[in-house]
């Protein structure tokens, strides 16, 4: 079994792959042929060690996930027939995450606290936090089914679907032909759901303590701890690669994981053709010396046609 670890997310028919030495995109083209974007890994804690603290580095990961991802998304969309005029330039990206940001904060923060006030003279500190919680998830519960509805997000699904069978199957050791990565579980512990689903658990447990405050100041606390917040997400969440057999880290992940259930659909071969393109060509994916060290899988050819762009 390998021990090397990627990651990934579904993209406009594609998917983005990253590993410890860089990232590749590999979508399908209306006409059929699969073109890739390959990229290095720069990472800012590199430059910059503190950033790479515990903690710290949660945050970091999770803002340069988020710009990248709409970067990827954008790359994907011109691939597929998207024309110049629709696509996004960096205002367009920059406005398009500060709405984004805007309408997050008003859904899943200020809604809830609000709701929950109401209702704190009855439940004290914990009741209010739960019930802030509760709201929370119900909301991001509702979402994830409405835009499930969607054709186009329907296949988003299907694809990151496709990126958890082949990453299932990579970490399993076997070749990776799309006939072999059907057979694995579309659900993998890493996945970014779960990580939003720490972060709402974390989110109850600590602001119980906030006490007795007005709802505008605590949406203030809340905004001020976010940073917290997704650091300690993302230390809980990397809890399974380093126990992945304790039943405590078992427990903790199992929540994210049903909600994968939500957040992925059963692709079919084509897509996990696109997934397997895009894990072998990050790059140093495979190569001789981590076939030595981690006895790696075979690397599946990339299509006849495709383009490295």
Known sequence: MSKISYGGQA?????MMAGPKGKAIACRK??????????????LKEKYPILGWPV??????FCESIISGLQDITWSAAQCGESEEEQLTFKDMLFAIVIAAALVILIFVVLPVFVANFAYPYVGDFGRSLIEGLLRAGLFLVYVVLIGKMKDI??????HGAEHKTINAFEAGVELTPENVKKYSCIHTRCGTSFI??????????????????PLLRILIKLACMPLVAGLAYELFRLPLKFPDNP?????????LAMQRLTTNEPDLEQIEVAIAALTAVPGFATVAEKDEYAAVDVCKKPHGAVVH
Do not use: N
């Open 11 to 15: 993209v406009i028919e594609g998917v």
């Open 197 to 214: 689903i720490m972060a709402m658990l974390l989110m109850i447990i600590i602001f119980t303590f906030v006490g007795q405050t007005t």
């Open 56 to 61: 710290i580095r949660g945050f970091i990961s």
């Open 30 to 43: 209306e006409d059929g042929e699969i073109v890739y974007k390959v990229s290095e890994r720069k990472l």
């Open 248 to 256: 405590l880290i078992k427990a903790l992940v199992r929540p994210g």
């Open 154 to 159: 329907a296949r988003v699904f299907a694809y």
